[in-house]
C-alpha cells in the first residue's frame, strides 16, 4: 500500500469532538456593543476636544497679553489697532525703544481654529481688548463657537 499524507489542515474534526469558534450571533452581539459605546463615548470625546481649544486660547490670550504689557513696558503705550499685534514680532514704523520681538516663536499665533486673533487699542473693556470669535468665526455662540475674550 502506498502511505497517503496527512494533510496539514484537516478538513473537519474527528466523529464526536467540537469545533470551538464563535458564531454568528455572538458576533453581531459583540458587534453591537461596541456600536453603544462608541455612540456614548464620541460625543463625550469630542466636546473634550472642543473644551481643550477653547483653553488652548484662553492661554495664547494671557500670553500675547503678556508680550503686550512688555511691549507698553518698551515704547511707552500699546501699539495701535492699525498696527495690530504685528508689532509685537516686527518693530513698527515710529515706535522708539522697542526692543522686540516679544514673542519667543517670532510670529503671531493663529487661534486654535486657525483664525487671527483680534486686536483693539485703545479697547472697550479694559486698556486694550484681545479675542477669538471661537470655532464660528463669528461674534456671540455658545460652546465651542463661544467667543474668548481677554477681560472676562
Known amino acids: ?22 458564531t454568528l450571533i455572538e458576533l453581531l452581539v459583540v458587534l453591537v456593543i461596541l456600536g453603544l459605546l462608541a455612540g456614548l463615548v ?15 486660547a484662553q492661554v495664547q490670550i494671557q500670553e500675547l497679553s503678556s508680550a503686550l504689557d512688555l511691549y507698553r513696558l518698551d515704547v511707552g503705550s500699546y ?10 514680532v516686527r518693530e513698527p514704523s515710529g515706535a522708539q525703544r522697542w526692543n522686540g520681538p516679544y514673542l519667543r516663536k517670532r510670529e503671531v499665533p493663529e487661534d486654535p481654529w486657525g483664525n487671527a486673533y483680534r486686536y483693539r487699542f485703545p479697547g472697550q473693556h479694559g486698556a486694550f481688548d484681545l479675542w477669538s470669535y471661537g470655532a464660528d468665526g463669528r461674534e456671540g455662540g455658545e460652546g465651542e463657537s463661544a467667543d474668548v475674550v481677554s477681560w472676562e
Open 79 to 88: 501699539p495701535t489697532t492699525e498696527q495690530g499685534l504685528s508689532a509685537l
Open 42 to 56: 464620541g460625543p463625550q470625546v469630542m466636546r473634550y476636544l472642543g473644551e481643550s481649544k477653547t483653553r488652548a
Open 1 to 22: 500500500m502506498i502511505p497517503i499524507p496527512a494533510t496539514p489542515f484537516p478538513a473537519r474534526a474527528a466523529a464526536g469532538t467540537r469545533v470551538r469558534g464563535f
